[in-house]
């Protein structure tokens, strides 16, 4: 029976899992959709997916993909089969058949990344699962000047934990900045690919430095320091989401 390689556009809540990556203690998103799948297919089913999100980060856009010798399942109805068995927190967006080369991790080229943040004094019940709070008015202009500096080629070893084991802590940034988007602020980031807790680091980093009234020259300075300690606090899970990812257009 042919093997299909399935790719799945795929959101979630964060809230109740420990991240994407199947650990050996918590619950993750990777670890229910292999449930799920193994039970459809009699046996387990391994699923990449184009990153890994940490505990408690959301997703509107992750891309995964898996192989699949079910006949039975046209590729673009293995969404709607995968919502009737997932959790509610988990929704397969829409499914595809992928080329056979198709890799959901290695053959991204942009993620782009979203953190919503309120300045409210009192944060809606309805959005504390999915913003963080900072109760001090924000300069968006000068945010976006502190932001202007991530752009292009950098070494972001001042925005990851100490036991990133990447080999090269160099990424490119393509775009960041800040907007107003009805209650929220959002930073907005697209990158070729990001550390681990790279983005929650700079929005905490930033926060610090505006709460401060520090400069563009200031965050410019830690950026260039590849020192984690000069960086701010990382900043809550809660308010980023894994917003898209883009492939190039024999994959699109």
């Known amino acids: ?47 990449t997916a184009s990153g890994r999100t940490d505990s408690g980060v959301h997703a509107r856009g992750q891309v995964i993909n898996f192989r699949s010798e079910l006949s039975s399942i046209p590729a673009e ?33 942009r993620r782009t990344y979203r953190y919503y943040i309120s300045t409210d004094e009192t944060c809606l019940p309805q ?19 502190c932001a202007a500096h991530l752009v292009g080629d950098h070494d972001f070893t001042a925005f990851t934990v100490p036991r990133d084991a990447s080999k090269s802590r160099v990424r490119r940034i393509y775009q960041a900045a800040f907007y107003t988007a009805g209650p929220f602020i959002v930073f907005t980031i697209t990158g070729n690919a990001f550390l681990w807790r790279m983005v929650r680091s700079i929005v905490g980093t930033l926060m610090e ?21 000069r960086a701010g606090t990382t900043a809550p899970a809660r308010g980023l989401f894994l917003h898209k990812v883009e492939y190039d257009e024999q994959y699109r």
């Open 1 to 47: 029976m042919k093997m299909r390689n399935i790719r799945v556009l795929l959101a979630y809540d964060g809230t109740e899992y420990c991240g994407w990556q199947i650990q050996k203690e918590g619950r993750t998103v990777q670890g229910e959709l292999e449930r799920v799948l193994s039970g459809m297919h009699g046996d387990r089913v391994p699923v």
């Open 77 to 109: 109805k293995y969404s709607l089969a995968l919502n009737t068995l997932l959790p509610e927190d988990i929704r397969a967006l829409k499914s595809t058949l992928a080329n056979d080369r198709f890799h959901s991790r290695y053959d991204a080229v």
């Open 127 to 145: 959005h504390r699962k999915y913003c963080a709070s900072f109760r001090y008015p924000l300069n968006i202009s000068r945010l976006n000047a």
């Open 209 to 229: 430095i505006e709460k401060n009234n520090g400069s563009s020259d200031d965050f410019f300075a830690i950026l260039k320091s590849k020192d984690r300690a």
